[in-house]
């Protein structure tokens, strides 16, 4: 078979062959379903529970606040903006909550962190959506980090964070928060 293939053919034939198998295209490459990361995803219906309850904490205790929920990535899933409440605080609660998902801890944590360890400074200037200030949770449900929330307008990070942790614990995530006494 091989004389009926011109010899300029059968060079290029064979550098075919080489490339595909130097690049791995000659075999066909398997993934197995056990090697495909399975994460947990918070559904909708809970991160819009979580801001209501969120929100209703505030309003109970006359804060107009914004309260946003992000995946474990960091991108927005819900958010809610109380009446009256200032159009910064839609932008803080969603950097704070990008925040604690991100960093898997409470964003008032992270500032006291920070003001213990001026090293860590830079942590703020890793891009344009951290908010290192409370009101950052992240949203931990059965062990692992599914989210965060956060919550942006009340006239103190300690409570924003109080109305975020009532967020949490209408959804039935972990506590972020040390109970109140």
Request: glycine letters at 12%; one cysteine or more; a positive charge.
């Amino acid at each position: 078979m091989a004389r009926f293939i011109p010899n300029r053919n059968r060079r290029i034939i064979a550098a075919c062959i080489m490339t595909f198998s130097l690049l791995g295209l000659g075999a066909p490459s398997v993934i197995f379903a056990d090697e495909i990361p399975k994460e947990s995803v918070l559904p909708l219906g809970a991160a819009n529970k979580a801001i209501q309850a969120a929100l209703d904490a505030c309003k109970k205790d006359g804060y107009r606040v914004s309260v946003s929920v992000v995946d474990r990535a960091g991108v927005l899933r819900a958010m809610g903006r109380a009446d009256g409440a200032g159009p910064h605080t839609v932008d803080s609660s969603r950097k704070k909550a990008y925040t604690a998902a991100s960093v898997r801890r409470s964003t008032s944590e992270l500032a006291d962190l920070i003001a213990k360890v001026p090293t860590l400074q830079a942590l703020r200037d890793i891009n344009g959506d951290m908010l290192i200030l409370g009101g950052g949770l992240p949203i931990e449900i059965g062990g692992e980090v599914v989210g965060g929330i956060g919550v942006g307008g009340a006239p103190g990070a300690h409570l924003d964070d109080a109305c975020a942790q009532e967020g949490l614990d209408v959804i039935g995530a972990a506590p972020k928060l040390p109970a109140s006494k």
